[in-house]
């Protein structure tokens, strides 16, 4: 079994920052693309950010330049700086992995626990 754990939310003022952190444990052959998602109250899960496994990033525009997606492939961990933070941006963050078990080579998505991003002064 695959499981994926998060870290790192909590409350925080605007203009301040914090680091998501989510690791990826079990029996993983390969993890192709890494993400983070986003679900604020009243609306539907959005993408933040993702990264490739070659490192090919993509961002959503409310977060470029403020946010950096990351990924340690020796740690099977994905990584989210979040700086200059805004009320907006409070939302549970999921992460997300395209993960192939051991025995096989195509993937299939798994998500984290989600954790609580708080923005609020």
């Known amino acids: 079994q695959v499981q994926l754990v998060e870290s790192g939310g909590g409350l925080v003022q605007p203009g301040g920052s914090l680091r998501l952190s989510c690791a990826a444990s079990g029996s993983i052959f390969t993890i192709n693309n890494m993400g983070w998602y986003r679900q604020a109250p009243g609306k539907q899960r959005e993408l933040v950010a993702v990264i490739s496994r070659g490192g090919s990033i993509v961002y959503s525009d409310s977060v470029k330049g403020r946010f950096t997606i990351s990924r340690d492939n020796a740690k099977n961990t994905v990584y989210l700086q979040m700086n200059s933070l805004k009320p907006e941006d409070t939302a549970v963050y999921y992460c997300?992995?395209?993960?192939?078990?051991?025995?096989?080579?195509?993937?299939?998505?798994?998500w984290g626990q989600g954790t609580q991003v708080t923005v609020s002064s």
């Open positions: 997300n992995m395209y993960i192939a078990p051991m025995g096989r080579t195509y993937t299939d998505p798994h």
